[in-house]
């Protein structure tokens, strides 16, 4: 009996390890192959969450550069909104006052804008020739409007060799260099 006992239990163990082999290499051996596959597939999946967050903050700053010159391409274009409004306003509040007035241009020259951060300037450069009441009026005129601003510019005056047809005195030609203000 000693002997059947001793090769049941040698048989068991023979059994036992048998099936710690079969199942390490059939089931453990799988688990611990797939468990390295997920960590590796986690790993890199992780990564590339890591690009994806940094491609998303460059994609927010590119946007808040984007947004930055729109604003600035938009601000730029409100400041050349009102030079083409202005220029031809300029222009035809000059004509009218001077018909109304009887002094002739010879010249006028409008300088590139000055822009400052509230307002911009535009030095405005004329020849006119007219009688001394007749430009004194003009100016007066366009300086209450606010049409010109004298108070920044100079004034050459020299007399000309016209005279006026109808009271007989001498033309004066008048170099003006003022400035206009755009809010």
Known sequence: MNNHFMGAIFLSIIIVLGTGIGF???????????????????????????????????????????QEQEEIKSKLQTDSIPLNKVVPKLLDSTEIIANKFNVKFQDIRINPLVRAED???????????????NITCFLNVMEKRRIINLAVGSMNISVSNDIDKESKSPMLSVNLSAKVYIL
């Open 119 to 133: 307002w911009n300037e535009l030095p405005v450069e004329m020849t006119i020739l007219g009688t001394f009441k």
């Open 24 to 66: 390490y290499s059939t089931v453990y051996e799988k688990v611990t192959t797939d468990r390295k596959e997920l960590e590796e597939k986690k790993s890199s999946l992780e990564d590339e969450k890591r690009k994806l967050q940094n491609i998303g903050n460059e994609i927010s700053k590119l946007k808040k550069d984007i």
